[in-house]
């Protein structure tokens, strides 16, 4: 079983920046992890991923705004918001895909919102 641990939501205004931060712990042999987002009456959809091997993603509406990084040996991943506008409020959920003990399984944190005034 892996645990995921996520902190640094909050409110803030336009133009400002958030830091989030997601932890796992448990039986891990290597892990790919990454953020989603979900609005109200909205999908969750993809934000950024960092795959075990360092590959990065994003999503086309935060390129050049937010940067996913991660620190291998905590195994935690970071995802650092700058410019961030009103839409980008939503509640964003960690998400870790993790090679362990019992084989591959994915996993999600329990969500932090992120609201962003305008």
């Known amino acids: 079983q892996v645990q995921l641990v996520e902190s640094g939501g909050g409110l803030v205004q336009a133009g400002g920046s958030l830091r989030l931060s997601c932890a796992a712990s448990g039986s891990i042999f290597s892990i790919s992890m990454g953020w989603f987002r979900q609005a109200p009456g909205k999908q969750r959809d993809l934000v950024a991923t960092v795959a075990s091997d360092g590959n990065t993603n994003y999503g086309d509406s935060v390129k050049g705004r937010f940067t996913i990084s991660r620190d291998n040996a905590k195994n935690t991943v970071y995802l650092q918001m700058n410019s961030l506008k009103p839409e980008d409020t939503a509640v964003y959920y960690c998400?870790?895909?993790?090679?362990?003990?019992?084989?591959?399984?994915?996993?999600w944190g329990q969500g932090t919102q992120v609201t962003v005034s305008s």
């Open positions: 998400n870790a895909f993790v090679v362990g003990s019992r084989g591959p399984a994915n996993y």
